[in-house]
């Protein structure tokens, strides 16, 4: 039997702020806002990709630091450049990582969301669809 389709992906994540969420998000790394459900803010983040936050009391350090989202672009140097100029403080430049075949950078969101700017440098990626 194939596998039943898939038309979307969103992954939805907590904050303790929604509003300072949706201004780093949207003002920031220029997300589009696709839906706001009052509560749960969701953004595209290309194609049919999209990330969403929902308003949560509680929210730990902890937590975040369990999450790595990463955004794929040819051009890591030109996001580095971008977000630096919008006052973004990166945890890591731009820099190359052998063991995975991946050029990178990393910074945090208001959340304490580690953010990664990638691009792949192996030549098996993207894989084929099917």
Not at 33 to 42: E, H, K, S, W, Y
Not at 73 to 92: C, I, M, N, S
């Amino acid at each position: 039997m194939p596998p039943l389709p898939v038309h979307q992906q969103i992954t939805f994540l907590y904050t303790a702020d929604l509003a300072r969420t949706a201004r780093f998000y949207e003002d920031i790394l220029g997300l589009p806002l696709a839906l706001d459900q009052g509560a749960c803010r969701i953004y595209r983040v290309c194609g049919d990709a999209f990330v969403g936050f929902c308003q949560r009391d509680g929210l730990t350090a902890e937590a975040a630091d369990r999450v790595i989202f990463t955004l794929v672009t040819p051009d890591v140097e030109a996001w580095h450049a971008y977000l630096q100029g919008r006052g973004v403080v990166f945890e890591k430049p731009p820099s190359h990582n052998p063991k995975y075949q991946i050029f990178h950078a990393f910074l945090r969101d208001p959340n304490g969301y580690l953010i990664e700017i990638q691009r792949f440098l192996d030549p098996a990626w993207p894989p084929p669809e099917g």
